[in-house]
């Protein structure tokens, strides 16, 4: 199956066929990872998402061009950062912390969902056959699987404004926090300047493989299940 995988992985399609999988694969990610940012703000105590209309799975309403490229082309990118106005948390730092940690976590879930209907989908395969149809199905997922693990890892990343920045943030001081708050927006700059120079490259391709690895291994029962009931 492994093999099979990664022969799918390979796989060329037709140029625009491609090209929709896999743009319709990231904006499900960073979809999916800026709404849960959000509604956590939400649950939390902070309606500011859901006022300007930000709790929504349309990725109209999440996505930033420049990332969704370099989400397509390096598997690691960045939607519209969902607004968060953290005084409306009864413990600002620690509502931050959590928010913030919405996302990483919503995309480790997302590509375990990928992961299973996956295996379901190569059970259907090897028992049912599939046309092409089926193979657009299972590189969709696979892209979802790759992507959506990407992101996570990328956003673990300590780097302002990435979320593991505001985790980080959270465990200082209110002194050290506020002023490490003040230079976030010089984060960017210096994100894209790794990105472009490919400093950044093998670490977060050794945390992405390594959780893919470790969901796949979780993931097998979307096979193996169906093969006990049919």
Known sequence: MDAFRAWLGQLQFDGVWQ?????????????????????VAYKLGDPTAKRMGRLTLNPLKHVDLAGLIMMAIFRFGWAKPVPVDMRNFKNPKQGMALTALAGPVSNVLLAYVAVVILNFLFFWLDNFGGGWLLMGLMQFFIYVEIISAGLAVFNVFPIPPLDGSK????????????????????GMGLLMLLLITGLIDTPLGAMRDGLLQLLNSLGTWGYTLPSMLF
């Open 19 to 39: 090209t929709v999988v896999l743009v319709a694969a990231s904006l499900l990610c960073i979809t999916f990872h800026e709404t849960c940012h959000g509604w």
């Open 167 to 186: 985790v980080l943030f959270a465990l200082l001081s209110d002194r050290a926090y506020d002023k490490l708050m003040r230079y976030e927006r010089y």
